[in-house]
């Protein structure tokens, strides 16, 4: 099976078969003045130039990452952004510069034109397709013809029963991690935090910057949290490490079958640090999946709104078991705070999560069957959207 992306470039190509897709309405299209880019944050704007001069009338730019980098930096005068992400920008200029040509982004964050108005009007000649497709990359079609990813029998065998990964240090993952420290909730929660290769290589890593969201009435609390070593606590134990020569879908598809799926054996709860929380960036993420797959109750460190998305997504949230009224923090740092907060008894009783685990398990199962449904879903609605996008209709 095709992962998005290559299924959506045979279809512009008119090379995918469409008579397996769900919708029977979207045809083949035939467009001569059509040119397909294959974009990421990588890409800077003289190769979108060098590429639009080469381009027919409309330039369809799929761009292959779920999310986009704002500035992290804090003004301090309580807004969330005093940037729009560079990759955002490019778009928008290389749109503006290129006014003649029409051009669908085609991408998977759902506040993508919410970020955009950030940076002024949208140029009329730029359009948008959202759909979350990197989570149906090859991580879902190795195993998709034998769709049984089985967490087995949890034993809950280990002292903790709650999980937090942390690979790169990104501030919100900073700020969960000391503050799990400080609240001394470790006793319960397995937390990783920073490949090893960081800390060799002594790559700086600040918590100054999530900490900066903290008000100024809590100055004690960033103080304490500040003072606090992560290096000591961690740089003996880390784990969770990626090969820099490695394919990173294969990474995410080795690490989550080597290394996850037994750890998940022993754990009702995750703690899931999204790829970002400061950034205006609800997505579906690969450690969203990790959590569905593994069977456990999420409490999402991410954006303000990731929760809600899921929902959306037709994800069972269990509102009935985790308070997630976190979601709507606007502030980064007491999102964080709240989420960790409002479920310190759930946090801290084993017996009551694992209780909770056994009543719900049926609900768990049917978040994996959510997923793999979600395959056909995504792909007919990225190749639909685009056929009528395409043929002058409104998706």
């Known amino acids: 099976m095709d992962d998005i992306f290559e299924s959506t470039v045979k279809f512009l190509n008119n090379n995918l078969d469409i008579s397996k897709l769900p919708s029977s309405n979207v045809k083949n299209i035939e467009l001569d003045d059509l040119t397909v880019i294959h974009c990421s944050h990588q890409y800077m704007f003289n190769q979108y130039e060098s590429d639009f001069n080469e381009s027919n009338g409309t330039v369809v730019l799929l761009f292959c990452d779920h999310y986009w980098y704002g500035d992290l930096s804090f003004s301090g005068s309580g807004d969330r952004y005093t940037k729009v992400s560079e990759s955002l920008v490019n778009i928008i200029n290389i749109s503006k510069k290129f006014h003649d040509k029409r051009v669908i982004l085609v991408n998977e ?234 479920n310190i008894h759930i946090l801290t009783n084993k017996e009551m999560a694992i209780s909770m685990y056994h009543e719900n398990e049926h609900r768990l199962d049917k978040n994996i069957s959510n997923y793999y449904k979600g395959y056909d879903m995504v792909l007919n609605d990225v190749v639909g959207g685009l056929y009528y996008m395409l043929n002058g209709y409104s998706s």
């Not at 029963?161 to 503050?179: E, S």
């Not at 593994?294 to 078991?321: A, E, H, Q, S």
């Open 109 to 342: 964050n759902f506040f993508t034109s919410d970020e955009m108005k950030l940076y002024g009007k949208i140029p009329n000649n730029l359009e948008m397709l959202t759909s979350p497709m990197t989570m149906y990359d090859s991580f879902i079609c190795s195993y998709y013809d034998n769709p049984v990813i089985d967490v087995g029998h949890k034993t809950f065998s280990e002292g903790y029963h709650v999980m937090c990964l942390n690979n790169n240090p990104r501030p919100h993952r900073v700020g969960v991690v000391l503050y799990l420290m400080y609240m001394n909730l470790f006793d319960n929660i397995h937390v990783s935090f920073v490949s090893k290769e960081r800390w060799e290589s002594n790559v700086e890593y600040t918590n100054e910057t999530i900490l900066s969201f903290i008000y100024p009435r809590h100055n004690e609390l960033r103080h304490k949290l500040r003072d606090l070593s992560l290096e000591h606590k961690f740089k003996s134990t880390s784990e969770y490490v990626y090969d820099d020569d490695e394919d990173k879908h294969s990474s995410n598809m080795d690490n989550f079958f080597k290394n996850l799926l037994p750890k998940y054996q022993n754990v009702a709860i995750e703690i899931i640090t999204e790829s970002t929380s400061l950034e205006y960036s609800a997505h579906l993420t690969e450690k969203f999946v990790h959590c569905v797959l593994g069977k456990c109750f999420p409490i999402i460190i991410g954006t303000v709104g990731n929760v809600d998305l899921y929902r959306k997504l037709g994800y069972d949230m269990f509102d009935d078991i985790i308070d997630h009224s976190y979601d709507s923090e606007e502030n980064p740092f007491y999102r964080m705070k709240m989420a960790i907060d409002l």
